[in-house]
């Protein structure tokens, strides 16, 4: 009976965990599809209130992310990875293609607020190094 219990359990925290990647990963791909359409202001609105603090206006946002993240802006191909839990965040691993075929690793973190997920941050994961 213990055993069952456990069970029920788990896959209800598994279900949880499921539908929160879910979200989360909708949230990243409808921000990218905003930066496809350079609808800014869309995509500033899937950013968290403190990126929203930081850049103020949505043409702001929109230049950093043309500037800085040029295959979030405009990649050919997204997948995503594993969702994981550092230090009590949440963070969001995203694969993308960018225009000349290259592959880019990052990581989203992600905060939860009353309006739903929204991404908190964006880190540009180094390549392995690749031996002779």
């Known amino acids: 009976m213990r055993n069952l219990a456990f069970a029920a359990a788990f896959l209800s925290f598994a279900s949880a965990a499921l539908a929160q990647g879910e979200e989360i990963?909708?949230?990243?791909?409808?921000q990218i599809d905003?930066?496809?359409?350079?609808?800014?202001a869309t995509a500033f609105t899937f950013a968290s209130p403190g990126i929203q603090g930081i850049f103020v206006t949505p043409e702001n946002f929109g230049?950093?992310?043309?500037?800085?993240?040029?295959m979030v802006w405009r990649p050919t191909d997204v997948d995503f990875g594993e969702l994981r839990e550092v230090a009590g965040r949440l963070w969001q691993r995203v694969i993308v293609r960018d225009a000349e075929g290259r592959i880019h690793t990052l990581d989203y973190q992600?905060?939860?607020?009353?309006?739903?997920?929204?991404?908190?941050g964006v880190q540009?994961?180094?390549?392995?190094?690749?031996?002779?």
Not at 34 to 40: E, G, P, T
Not at 63 to 68: H, S
Not at 110 to 116: C, K, L, Q, T
Request: proline share 5%; hydrophobic share 45%; charged share 30%.
């Open 25 to 30: 990963q909708s949230v990243i791909k409808r």
């Open 34 to 40: 905003a930066f496809l359409k350079d609808d800014f």
């Open 63 to 70: 230049a950093m992310v043309r500037n800085g993240y040029p």
């Open 110 to 120: 992600m905060v939860e607020d009353a309006d739903g997920w929204r991404i908190n």
């Open 124 to 132: 540009l994961l180094r390549a392995p190094d690749v031996g002779a």
